[in-house]
């Protein structure tokens, strides 16, 4: 789907619809409010973060005539000053390398999203340099060199079933050798097993700073944004696992329920640096809350 696509209907758009839009008004009423909650919670807003975008709409104005395009346009704007906070790219630290962790259950697009991310900062003049760390997928590792060759970065594997802290380890060794800016080191996602998941990424982060004791400097967790509300839970776990600084939303592309975001900067405020926005390589775009408020509600 390209990105030009006409806008799915949003909530509003379902809500208020085809009516003639400015000329009819509604009262903020009990009912009103109940509708739109209704709506966000649709949008996989989560009942919390439905319950306080409404409450906060409805301060002040509670009972007031408004046209649907009032309403709209209170809505947006409360969406996009929530997500104004959370709407940062991926802080850049004069360190060299700097290193990126990326974690991230299997199938949220890790892969993709590091590939993606390796040519926007080659794009950008850096020079990057990836760590293959999912060592018991060789398919992950086959994907991740496709995505290196794609993006003009060299990747470092290590046999199957190697330890991903002692390639974590190499990959520092070569990317300061090599005077790389950038370090990026894939991990696994198998939380099946957790215990082992934690062992394995603590391990990765106590390798790598023995490098450099301020590694790593961006651990970035990528979700997918179809699993709604799943990637609240996922972030949970992942802060258990790991000292997460950022997130990149994937797959925003296909789905009219991006309210899971809105949910996420409510309760988490961690930033997003980046969307998904499709499959090709330069289908990462940086997080815009304005633009997002307004697919949102639409
Ligand atoms: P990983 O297992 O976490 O490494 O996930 P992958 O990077 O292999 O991605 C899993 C699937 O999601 C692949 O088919 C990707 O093409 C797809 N994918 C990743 N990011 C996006 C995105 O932003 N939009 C869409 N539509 N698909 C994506």
Redesign the pocket.
Known sequence: ?SPDAPAKPGLLGRLLGRETKAVVRRTLDDDMLEQLEELLIASDMGVDTALRVTANIAEGRFGKKLSTEEIKDLLAAEIARIMGSVAKPMPIYPKKPQVVLVV?????????????LASQFKAAGKSVVIAAG?TF?AA?VE??QV?GDRAGVPVLTAPEGSDPASLAYDAMVRAEADGADLLMI?TA?RLQNRKDLMEELAKIVRVIRKKDETAPHNTLL?L??TTGQNALSQVETFQKLADVSGLV??????TAKGGVLVALADKFGLPIHA?????QID??APFDPEEFARALTG
């Open positions: 789907e991230g259950v299997n199938g949220s697009g890790k892969t993709t999203t590091i590939g993606k999912d997928r992950a994907q991740l995505w894939d996602g990528v997918d944004a939303m994937t797959k925003l592309d296909g969307i998904g926005v499709g499959e289908d990462l």
